[in-house]
């Protein structure tokens, strides 16, 4: 599969070091990254731009850029591994998830790059410990929506996400992992995780070679309901990241499906909550693919056409002089985030 990246031309490789270096750095995330690319105009001016911003925002010691040569090596290590990389703005980039204001600017893939590009991605996501009904009806609403010609994402988690990745294998389906693209987790999932990779596609945002930690999650799950035109939850409790997930899709203006369960199960709080604010009750394939035929797309960012490493017309003696004063203007004595200067 890595003959897709090795075909790009040395521009590309370049391109996206830089935006790895950029989002590798010290207290970039993927909103920052964009807000910063957006005044700077381009990722090479941004990263210039980093250790000076923050100084002047009253920090004693200025942000350091991620190390080129670490950066480097971990372009190096996905490639060895089998995976390639996609940026933002890039033709198999997920083109749903381009409209999140917190896309990831890049990620590692394992797997058929052009899967990611699929017209019509539905997540499937809901509990670890599903009973063995609720894992047998993700399985089947899996297997049919890949054969209505969708495209099944979720999490490679234990219950119902191993049990849609399974029911979706023959048509293909996405995995999007919290760690690194070489960690697999949980571990009894190393088969399903190859048949995946062979069949399917895997993405991962965080650095190669790390395990996944807590907090990577959430940012995982944003990803799923991101480049998903609709998300299925079933028997999720109140606590459950599945409802994560589900909040994430409604602010990125996608539709929501919860499975009902029985109310004497916890495991179904949360999908019974969801139906209950407005999700849309459903009980089969047929009820997903009957709401989402009906759904507009949703705008992309204009961005994703072009690319947001091609810089706009250079600035002039005056015009940089005048977004220079006003970033100036929003200093004070006291320190302030790098977030609330690129705002």
């Given at each position: 599969m890595n003959d897709f990246f090795y075909q790009q031309p040395s521009l590309a490789r370049e391109e996206i070091l830089d935006v790895l270096q950029l989002i590798r750095s010290e207290q970039v995330g993927s909103v920052t990254f964009f807000n910063l690319v957006s005044?700077?105009?381009?990722?090479?001016?941004?990263?210039?731009?980093?250790p000076e911003l923050a100084k002047r925002g009253g920090r004693k010691k200025p942000l350091k850029l991620a190390e080129r040569k670490k950066v480097e090596q971990e372009y190096q290590a996905v490639l060895k591994f089998g995976g390639t990389w996609l940026k933002y703005g890039d033709p198999h980039y997920p083109s749903l998830l381009t409209a999140a204001s917190d896309a990831p600017p890049v990620i590692a893939v394992l797997g058929n790059p052009e899967l990611l590009a699929h017209p019509r991605p539905v997540a499937i996501v809901g509990a670890r410990n599903a009973s063995g009904n609720g894992c047998s009806f993700a399985n089947k609403m899996a297997r049919e929506l890949g054969e209505q010609g969708c495209c099944v994402i979720s999490g490679l988690a234990r219950g119902i996400d191993t049990a849609a990745h399974r029911g979706a294998l023959a048509t293909g389906t996405i995995a999007v992992i919290a760690g690194g693209l070489d960690h697999i987790y949980p571990p009894e999932n190393e088969s399903l995780y190859k048949q995946i990779a062979e069949q399917g596609a895997i993405i991962a945002e965080a650095p190669f070679g790390s395990s996944p930690q807590a907090r990577h999650f959430p940012a995982r799950n944003r990803i799923i309901a991101g480049m998903s035109s609709g998300t299925v939850v079933m028997e999720a409790s109140?606590?459950?990241?599945?409802l994560i997930t589900a909040n994430m899709a409604l602010d990125y203006g996608r539709e929501v499906f919860a499975v009902p369960g029985s109310p004497m199960d916890p495991r179904s709080e949360g999908a019974n909550s969801l139906i209950k604010q407005g999700a849309q009750l459903t009980q089969s394939a047929q009820d997903v693919l009957d709401n989402l035929r009906a759904i507009p797309v949703p705008p992309l960012r204009e961005a994703e056409a072009s690319g947001y490493t091609s810089a706009p017309p250079s600035l002039d003696d005056a015009q940089y002089a005048k977004h220079q004063e006003v970033?100036?203007?929003?200093?004070?004595?006291?320190?302030?985030?790098?977030e609330m200067l690129t705002q």
């Open positions: 005044f700077y105009g381009s990722v090479p001016k941004a990263m210039e731009a980093i109140r606590k459950s990241g599945s970033v100036m203007q929003c200093l004070s004595s006291e320190p302030i985030a790098i």
